[in-house]
């Protein structure tokens, strides 16, 4: 069984920083695509940022240049580090891994099968 662990999330002020991180199960982690996203209240979840096997990464336009996404396959550990936050980034952010190995073809949100608890971001004004 995969369980996925966010942590990190917590109260910030406008442009503060914060650094998510989403530990992982499994002896595998390295082969899979990771994405992170996040759902604020009445509204969709969304996709933040995803990183795959080999590296590469996405990014919205909404964070691109104020978010970072990394991985430390040592430590089966993806990262999330956000810079320059604003108050529209509050919300539960949540880790997910992908169904598919050795891909980097961004995958859509129903191909993620395992999704940790969640962590909540605060951003003040």
């Known amino acids: 069984q995969v369980q996925l662990v966010e942590s990190g999330g917590g109260l910030v002020q406008t442009g503060g920083s914060l650094r998510l991180s989403c530990a992982a199960s499994g002896r595998t982690f390295s082969n899979f695509f990771m994405g992170w996203f996040r759902q604020a209240p009445g509204k969709e979840r969304a996709f933040v940022s995803g990183?795959?096997?080999?590296?590469?990464?996405y990014y919205p336009d909404s964070v691109k240049g104020r978010f970072t996404i990394s991985r430390d396959n040592a430590k089966n550990t993806v990262y999330l580090q956000m810079n320059s936050l604003k108050p529209e980034d509050t919300a539960v952010y949540y880790c997910?891994?992908?169904?598919?190995?050795?891909?980097?073809?961004?995958?859509?949100?129903?191909?993620?099968?395992?999704w940790g608890q969640g962590t909540q971001v605060t951003v003040s004004s």
């Open positions: 997910a891994r992908s169904i598919g190995t050795y891909s980097n073809t961004l995958p859509k949100e129903d191909e993620y099968d395992y």
């Open positions: 990183i795959s096997w080999s590296g590469s990464t």
